[in-house]
């Protein structure tokens, strides 16, 4: 490999990790003011989350700052798990088995991304309310709520990890 292409590759992996990052870091701030909002009261949380569903252009935000590049994010991520060499149990150094769990975590989390949007956005008719029993139901599902644990846990890693 030239010295051209390693620069590249570089180049697009820091873009790659900045695609997940950034957006990831948008969602969960969006997430931990909802949650919030929902400690307060059900009151509260029906307002702002009225308030964020009244705003006009909110799913072009949601599409250009959160899914497309997470969505980049993984697709690259996808290309690096299929070109990669991986090989921890040939080599078993701390960092190949990092590298490996690096890539689980990721299918997991687009497998669950998946999961999410399509039960949250695409099969629910997005008042606060319905979105509320929906996520209720997921999470006294025994198989949705350890999903959930399980995409959580991921996340954690793949995001230490990404930034160690």
């Known amino acids: 490999m030239s010295q051209k292409d390693s620069k590249r590759e570089f180049i697009l992996r820091k873009l790659q990790s900045l695609s997940g990052f950034l957006p990831l870091c948008i969602f969960l701030l969006f997430h931990v003011v909802a949650n919030a909002t929902a400690m307060i009261g059900p009151d509260v949380y029906f307002q702002f989350i ?16 959160i899914f497309l590049p ?35 975590s990721g299918a997991v989390i687009f497998l669950f991304l998946l999961y999410h949007i399509i039960t949250i956005k695409v099969f629910s008719d997005h008042s606060a309310a319905a979105m509320m029993i929906n996520l209720y139901e997921q999470f006294h599902s025994p198989l949705s709520g350890a999903f959930y644990i399980i995409t959580l846990i991921c996340v954690s890693f793949h995001v230490c990890n990404g930034l160690w």
Request: aromatic share 24%.
């Open 70 to 104: 997470l969505f980049v994010h993984g697709l690259m991520g996808l290309y690096i798990v299929f070109t990669g060499r991986n090989n921890p149990a040939k080599y078993s150094y701390f960092r190949n088995w990092m590298f490996f769990f690096q890539r689980v």
């Open 50 to 65: 009225s308030i964020m569903g009244s705003i006009p252009w909110i799913v072009l935000l949601e599409i250009f700052i």
